[in-house]
């Protein structure tokens, strides 16, 4: 691909945790992003540092809208007043829990809002998609590292909405061979931009591992639980495959450039993992050693659901993206400290 100075990008969901640091990169390639989000799980700061990271010359190619995929006018109002080359496709719901309790919203979300939005896109003959799609579409692995051929099986309402959503996307490139899409799953993303501006602020008690881990860090939270501490692996916690935020943001650019440049793309799903395991355990010692902050931990009983250990293949992303992972777990953990400590309330300036 040449260079991609007018290459003009929508980005749904792009004031959350992955689309913030992944806007900030596509602004320093010299891509313009135009951001849709309804601002469900963000908060607008996020988008004003976004643009205090970049400088106030790329901010300008920086846009962002508040709009609800739901509503299919938000996004034709987007589509009829400018050209978009591609669209990396963040937005929507991610809590697993969540959706265990309320299904309707998680269907009506992640479904609707994407048919919506393929469906805008047709319509102004826009036929590139980046999708974020998940490891959780794997289920509990048989056999690892996890191969984008293996068999695809959800475990909870919120895998079934990527599963449906994977499958969707291939029916429709079936139908339309001129649609180019590319299905990422990511693994387990963690840390932050190392500037500590941006990072990941959920609402509420987190439900994800890292999130936890920074908040006890800070006081917010006593103490770790540590689902599971009797399963198969080297020290009995679960191994899951971290990878650095920063890292899965140049996949997206990686994704990007192919679409652009590979005319028979058609609908492909690449892992972004790092290929490597650490167990829960580790991953607590790892940001003690980053932060010099003691975790303290409660072994509890494994959480319903969850898999002994999952990491990616990688082989297929870096060999057809010439994509691969640069930042190990000290780093992850020692950006994702950075951004705790400069913001231990997250975007909020105060509780
Ligand atoms: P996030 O919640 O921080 O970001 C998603 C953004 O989408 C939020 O800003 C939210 O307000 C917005 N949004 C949701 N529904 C919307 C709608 N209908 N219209 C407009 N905006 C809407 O989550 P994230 O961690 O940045 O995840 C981004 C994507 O990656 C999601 O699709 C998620 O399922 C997927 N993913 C995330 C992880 C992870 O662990 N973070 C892992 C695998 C896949
Ligand atoms: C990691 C490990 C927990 C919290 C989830 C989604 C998946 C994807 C990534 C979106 C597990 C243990 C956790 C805690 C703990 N998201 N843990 N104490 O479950 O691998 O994947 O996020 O697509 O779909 O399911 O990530 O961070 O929740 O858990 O011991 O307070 O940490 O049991 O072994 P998971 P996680």
């Known amino acids: 691909m040449g260079s991609s100075v007018e290459q003009n990008i929508l980005v749904t969901g792009g004031a959350g945790f992955i689309g913030t640091h992944t806007a900030v990169q596509l602004l320093k390639e010299g891509f313009k992003v135009s951001i849709i989000d309804n601002l469900d799980n963000s ?110 099986k959800a475990m909870n309402p919120y895998g079934r909405s990527k599963l449906f959503l994977e499958e969707i996307a291939r029916d429709i490139q079936a139908a339309e061979p001129e649609w180019r899409i590319v299905l990422l799953r990511y693994f387990n993303p963690v840390g932050a931009h190392e500037s500590g501006r941006i990072g990941e602020d959920p ?62 793309i058609g609908c492909t799903a690449y892992n972004l993992g790092t290929g490597r395991g650490t167990s829960v355990l580790e991953m607590v010692a790892a940001f003690e050693k980053a932060s010099g902050k003691k975790i303290p931990i409660k072994l509890c009983p494994r959480r319903l659901g969850d898999a002994t250990a999952v990491y990616a293949s990688t082989e297929k992303a870096e060999k057809e993206l010439g994509w691969k992972a640069k930042y190990g777990v000290e780093e992850m953990c020692r950006d994702q400290w950075n951004w705790a400590n400069n913001n231990p309330w997250g975007y909020q300036k105060k509780l």
Not at 240 to 261: N, P
């Open 43 to 152: 908060v607008i700061e996020a988008v004003d540092r976004v643009r205090e990271l970049v400088g106030p010359d790329l901010s300008k190619k920086l846009e962002f809208t508040q709009g609800d995929l739901r509503n299919k006018g938000d996004i034709e109002k987007l589509f009829s007043k400018q050209r978009f080359d591609a669209v990396i496709h963040f937005a929507g719901l991610k809590a697993v829990g969540e959706s265990v309790g309320n299904p309707r919203r998680y269907f009506d979300n992640n479904l609707v809002g994407t048919i919506n939005l393929y469906e805008t896109m047709a319509k102004h003959n826009c036929k590139m998609m980046v999708f974020s799609s998940s490891a959780t579409v794997y289920g509990q692995p048989e056999k690892i590292p996890c191969m984008e051929d293996f068999e695809l």
């Open 203 to 264: 609402k509420g008690i987190p439900n994800n591992l890292m999130p936890y881990i920074q908040q006890v860090a800070v006081g917010r939270l006593p103490e770790l639980n540590v689902y599971g501490h009797d399963y198969p692996t080297e020290d009995g916690s679960a191994v899951r495959d971290y990878i650095h935020v920063m890292d899965l943001a140049d996949g997206h650019i990686a994704a990007l450039r192919k679409l652009f440049d590979d005319p028979k």
